[in-house]
């Protein structure tokens, strides 16, 4: 059993700074390949960032590359994602997500565990 639970999303304005944790349970869970998506209103679940199982492999979507950042604590179980520079289109849901591969994938579809997701809101 795998559970993610995030946290650390809010009201901000745009060009501010957020970050959002995922703590994970599970026995394996730190051999797992992890993620980030969003979903804003009205739109599909899209990729935001992913990171390999050790923390040398990271790869972000193209709307948030420069300002976003993932990285994780496997002896803490935690995943973060580091989000600088935000504007109101970055306003959406965002889930944290768990694959039981080594390699980074930015399909929703190809992910195995979700978080409930924590809502972002940027303000103008």
């Known amino acids: 059993q795998v559970e993610l639970v995030e946290s650390g999303g809010g009201l901000v304005q745009a060009g501010d700074s957020l970050r959002l944790s995922c703590a994970t349970s599970g026995r394996t869970v730190r051999t797992y390949t992890m993620g980030w998506f969003r979903q804003p209103p009205g739109k599909e679940r899209e990729f935001v960032a992913a990171i390999n199982w050790s923390g040398d492999i990271t790869r972000s979507g193209d709307s948030v590359k420069e300002r976003f950042t993932i990285s994780r604590d496997n002896a803490k179980n935690i995943v973060y994602l580091q989000m600088n520079s935000l504007k109101p289109e970055d306003t959406a849901v965002y889930y944290c997500?768990?694959?039981?591969?080594?390699?980074?994938?930015?399909?929703?579809?190809?992910?195995?565990?979700w978080g409930q997701g924590t809502q972002v809101t940027v303000s103008s």
């Open positions: 997500a768990a694959r039981l591969s080594v390699n980074i994938a930015t399909m929703a579809w190809q992910w195995n565990y």
